[in-house]
């Protein structure tokens, strides 16, 4: 990889600096952390990632994703495959990394109470076998 690493201060005020991070003190905390690994060569941060290994050699990332409503907050996580921020649709086929509000409004596309009245529409009745 070509692209500058940064030092853990700088990506403290990088992540500090930012105010549309959710989860801010979160990652602060784990930078803190950081500072006293055993491991300091295995560390590699870039403004968009943060990269270490646990004290059982298992390799962390977190990465810098922006939510997909388009509110503009920064949610600093982990594989967006295993992320809290993990949405998914009525089938559980993955949508993207919203933020809590969003996906609990209208921003959200893939709201689950919107699968279910469009099947009703779309005559996958339930009342048909009484007829
Ligand atoms: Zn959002």
Redesign the pocket.
């Known amino acids: 990889m070509d692209r500058e690493q940064v030092t853990i201060d700088e990506m403290k005020q990088i992540v500090e600096s930012d105010p549309n991070v959710v989860n801010k003190k979160y990652i602060l905390k784990m930078l803190e952390e950081l500072k006293i690994s055993k491991y300091p060569n295995e560390i590699e941060l870039y403004p968009d990632v943060i990269s270490f290994y646990t004290d059982y050699h298992v390799q962390v990332v977190y990465m810098k994703t922006t ?7 920064v949610l600093w996580t982990n594989k967006p495959s295993t992320s809290q921020w993990r949405r998914s649709d009525w089938h559980g086929i993955y949508t993207g990394c ?2 809590d ?3 609990n409004s209208e ?1 959200y596309p893939y709201r689950k109470d919107n699968y279910a009245e469009s099947a009703m529409f779309e005559g996958e009745t339930i009342y048909e076998e009484d007829y």
């Open positions: 939510c997909k409503g388009g509110c503009g907050k919203y933020c509000d969003c996906y921003s």
